[in-house]
């Protein structure tokens, strides 16, 4: 699709607003009009024959770790952005623990290292340390797409607790940047891990013990009273249960500008595999579900909103780090962004969820919150990043057509309904059959406060990121 116009004829468009039986014209790498099916090509238009899919526009996972720079035996941002592509993702926002970005010399080193390395668009992220708050204005001006704080010590970053959330929370409210907080209470889960070490545990039960849901409970109600008072626009990471979902979403009923981040584990595996299973599934907070009440009250928070947005919270390690070493000292995280779309896909096509929430939850909402102007949707003007999906098809999971390092999934043996056949960025076709296509062009997205944003705008040029976090009405969109 070199000559840069050509229309998608036959496809069923999905995405957030509903479905259509319309083409889709693109031009340039972007979205030029929809039309109805009867009318003839537009003039000079290279047809593309889609009859009996579905196209959606390219789902943006906003919370991904690529590792790199860092430790490239566990991700790299050509294998991650790889599994990206062929699962039907066409924007992520990643940060990694191994190097985090906190300041803008580490941002532009990062952005350096990072130049033609991936298969899609991307946005980066930096880490907020307590004692660095001062940074995050250069760091925002700089062209982050948010901050990323934690509650408790973690993956090597320390705590934002007390006065220090409170000032974090009040910095990111005067720069009108969105803040992703992991939230589990620091005295709680380290109380927890010297009783269960005093106890002599090593085995894979430990981990819903330690990071308890007490723990992420009483981190999270803290963090939503900081943002009600300072009216931060906040994000509490992936949240594990449906009790903390409704708790946030009484507080955004109340006025606050907090929101609710979901990761498909905690709408598909179960608590008591991490027992049988150890570090294959040590990953916090960990997952809740305990009964099929707990299910379902999962997926029905999911398609009554409660959750604003979905990410992987890709976070890999091979098979041999996994098994190598005690259940305490093993990383964190599991593989995810080979799968996220696929299980979305599966569940929407089996009745648990439908397609336009699922565009709405992986794509249009987090380019929304984030400020990712053009992606998410498909209307004129958008970028021409598409998923385009056999409905009929299907997927059987099996951890050797895995793309990211890991080489394993947590869902290995579960078949899927759904394929995603194609996957297109800026209307170039760069996965095809889980097969990446063509050569690494994904670009960097500076984030919605960054000076090279606002210098497009000011020369007149359409700024790629353009819309703010704070909608119309005074509210986060």
Not at 103 to 125: N, Q
Not at 436 to 449: I, N
């Amino acid at each position: 699709m070199s000559d840069g116009h050509h229309i998608f004829r036959g496809a069923t468009i999905v995405a957030a607003d509903g479905r259509a039986d319309l083409d889709l014209e693109v031009r340039d790498g972007k979205v030029v009009a929809r039309h109805p099916r009867t009318a003839p090509a537009p003039t000079g238009a290279r047809e593309v024959d889609v009859r009996g899919h579905l196209l959606m526009p390219g789902m943006v996972d906003t919370h991904v770790h690529f590792m790199e720079p860092g430790d490239p035996t566990r991700e790299d941002f050509p294998s991650g952005s790889a599994a990206a592509a062929c699962a039907g993702v066409t924007t992520v926002v990643e940060h990694t623990h191994g190097r985090p970005v906190t300041d803008v010399e580490s941002l532009v080193e990062k952005r350096a290292a990072l130049a033609g390395r991936s298969h899609v668009d991307y946005g980066l992220v930096a880490h907020v340390w307590p004692d660095r708050l001062g940074d995050l204005p250069a760091l925002w001006g700089e062209g982050v797409v948010y901050f990323k704080a934690f509650t408790c010590a973690t993956h090597g970053v320390p705590a934002i607790k007390g006065e220090k959330l409170a000032e974090l929370a009040r910095t990111v409210a005067e720069l009108e940047a969105p803040c992703l907080v992991h939230s589990e209470d620091d005295a709680i889960t380290a109380a927890n891990e010297r009783a269960l070490r005093a106890a002599g545990r090593h085995d894979g039960g430990i981990v819903p013990v330690w990071r308890s849901v007490e723990a992420e409970r009483v981190s999270t109600s803290e963090v939503a009273g900081v943002a009600r008072e300072t009216g931060a626009p906040l994000i509490v990471a992936h949240v594990s249960n449906a009790a903390l979902l409704e708790l946030l979403a009484r507080e955004r009923g109340a006025g606050s500008r907090i929101l609710a981040e979901c990761c498909p584990q905690y709408l598909n595996l179960w608590e008591r595999e991490v027992v049988e299973l150890g570090a294959f599934r040590k990953f916090t907070p960990p997952a809740r579900i305990r009964s099929a009440a707990d299910e379902q009250r999962m997926w029905d928070a999911f398609n009554e909103g409660l959750v604003h947005h979905l990410s992987s919270d890709h976070a890999p390690s091979t098979a041999a780090q996994k098994r190598d070493g005690d259940i305490w000292d093993v990383h964190f995280g599991l593989p995810g962004i080979d799968t996220t779309m696929p299980l979305m896909l599966d569940a929407a096509l089996r009745g648990r969820t439908t397609l336009e929430r699922v565009a709405e939850a992986y794509a249009l909402r987090p380019a929304q919150v984030y400020g990712l102007a053009g992606k998410g949707s498909l209307n004129p003007g958008d970028d021409a990043d598409l998923v385009l999906i056999d409905p009929d098809g299907g997927w059987e999971v099996r951890d050797e057509d895995i793309h990211s390092l890991a080489r394993w999934s947590p869902y290995s043996g579960r078949t899927l309904r759904g394929r995603v056949v194609a996957t297109y960025l800026r209307g170039e076709e760069i996965a095809r059959d889980r097969i990446v296509r063509g050569d690494r062009r994904g670009e960097w997205l500076p984030g919605a406060g960054s000076r090279e944003r606002a210098a497009e705008v000011s020369d007149g040029r359409p700024a790629r990121l353009a819309k703010s976090i704070r909608g119309s009405d005074g509210n986060v969109d």
